[in-house]
């Protein structure tokens, strides 16, 4: 190729990278235009974090001094000059999302994790961020999560898709105060309890359970409702259709559905082996025939609560809360491998709302906002007095409506969730869609087995030989 032929080419690579810059330009901004405001804003943020970093962090100490010069400047002339060190600053890669920004930062030498949480309060100062949190996802990277916005603070809504989920027991929460969300594998779970001031969203939290487990045949609801008469009154009004069984207030009758699946539970635990061939049911996973059963206790304490007095109809009221007790506490404790999970709610922050030895033995707490320090103890134990940040009490303030506070026994400390609002037509349209699913997971194991082949112990005969 001539030399003319290679000036020849120089207007056209010109255009090229001019067309490449007006490419990402329109790119960006058709972008910023089709964002919402809330996302816009972090944009801008996002673009004056890049812009602002090689000033920044050397002032945050987030930079490394190279002192070993370089191949290429020992053979540079100095004039005999000293040879400058060099300042590294870790590559920080931007993005955005509504509530802020996430930052993806390189680690260099001196220069780590730590370093980076130690500095977090002043790049929060820095970047505008009502608060910043260091991960480290792979060595060598770091990353920066910074909320120009409490995201506990915006309320948030989730509509049902009505689809079955292809993750089993797995509760999709909401979002924890990085905007990042949160879920929970409730596999081997046998208990959650919820806690908190009426009116800050147990029950639309519970509401959000159902809506989006409801499409799964694998999963069968039972509710006692400690609010309401009958099961054409109160929140679960609409959700019955999907229920196989539905109590009030009446002790009795909560009586009889707890013994009911303490039943289920025994008559289970004697089919396991013939009709799963496992003795734990999560071993093989729930399945229509063999359905998850929730059992939801709202407003927990008209079930449990001490009842004084020496007349016979009150003893009667404390026998049969005992035993309620004793009931569910049979299935907390021995449940989990039957596929049994009970959810417990209450607003009453004492001791007897749920007895402590239930609360105990429920891996997974969570509250809403409470009054007092010793009410948050009494809903989420002793633990919560270590970590004052995420203590209930501080979620009063009527815009933490949704808002609660969890702990989880597989990790320490709590987190807060932002829960979103699931709403009363929308549950209700789903449970009229999957009402054909409710079956009585009783009724369901007694016709397997009527059919299943009876067992020879001495031949080992039967379905789990087979399988085996
Ligand atoms: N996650 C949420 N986000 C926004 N508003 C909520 C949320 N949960 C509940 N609410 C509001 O609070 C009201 C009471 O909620 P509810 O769940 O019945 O409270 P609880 O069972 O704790 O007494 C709801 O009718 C709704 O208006
Ligand atoms: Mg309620």
Not at 394 to 421: C, E, K, W
Request: net charge positive; aromatic share 6%.
């Amino acid at each position: 190729m001539s030399v003319q032929e290679v000036y020849g080419l120089a207007p056209l690579a010109a255009v090229a990278v001019a067309a490449v810059f007006v490419g990402w330009a329109v790119w960006w901004i058709v972008r910023y235009l089709l964002a919402d405001s809330m996302t816009r804003l972090s944009i801008r943020q996002a673009v004056r974090v890049r812009r602002g970093w090689k000033r920044l962090a050397p002032m945050l100490k987030l930079a490394a001094t190279d002192k070993t010069p370089t191949a290429l400047a020992l053979l540079s002339n100095t004039d005999g000059k000293p040879i400058k060190p060099r300042v590294l600053v870790p590559a920080l890669k931007v993005n955005h999302d509504a509530y802020g920004v996430i930052a993806r930062a390189t680690c260099l030498p001196g220069v780590g994790l730590e370093e980076f949480q130690k500095a977090a309060p002043h790049l929060a100062n820095a970047w505008r961020c009502t608060r910043v949190a260091v991960t480290q996802d792979k060595p060598g990277q770091v990353v920066i999560r910074g909320v120009r916005l409490d995201p506990l603070k915006f309320k948030t809504e989730h509509s049902p898709t009505g689809l079955e989920s292809d993750k089993v027991a797995w509760w999709d929460l909401g979002l924890d105060e990085y905007a990042q969300p949160v879920s929970v594998d409730l596999t081997q779970v046998p208990g959650v309890t919820v806690a908190g001031l009426p009116g800050f969203g147990k029950t639309s939290l519970i509401n959000r359970l159902i809506s989006d487990w409801a499409p799964s045949p694998a999963v069968q609801f039972a509710c006692a409702d400690g609010k309401v008469s009958t099961a054409r009154e109160g929140d679960y009004a609409h959700l019955v259709k999907r229920m196989f069984a539905f109590v009030g207030d009446d002790l009795e009758e909560a009586n009889a559905l707890f013994r009911r699946l303490v039943e289920l539970r025994r008559s289970r635990v004697s089919a396991a082996e013939r009709i799963l061939g496992v003795q734990s049911m999560w071993e093989v996973g729930p399945s229509p025939a063999w359905p998850l059963v929730v059992l939801i206790i709202d407003e927990a304490h008209t079930y449990f609560r001490d009842h004084k007095g020496s007349d016979p109809k009150t003893k009667k009221l404390a026998a049969l809360a005992a035993e309620n007790a004793r009931l569910v506490e049979d299935l907390v404790k021995k449940g989990r491998s039957m596929g049994i999970l009970v959810i417990l709610a209450t607003q009453k922050s004492t001791g007897d709302a749920i007895p402590t030895f239930i609360r105990d033995v429920c891996p997974v707490g969570l509250s809403f906002a409470q009054k007092t320090a010793e009410a948050a103890v009494a809903a989420l134990g002793e633990d919560i007095r270590e970590w004052p940040d995420a203590n209930p009490i501080n979620l009063q303030d009527r815009s933490y409506v949704g808002v609660a506070s969890m702990n989880h026994q597989s990790q320490p400390g709590f987190i807060r969730i932002r829960t979103p609002f699931v709403s009363g037509t929308d549950s209700a349209a789903i449970a009229q869609q999957t009402a054909h699913l409710a079956q009585d997971p009783g009724e369901l194991l007694a016709s397997q087995v009527g059919d299943a082949a009876p067992i020879d112990l001495a031949k080992g005969t039967g379905p789990t030989a087979e399988a085996a």
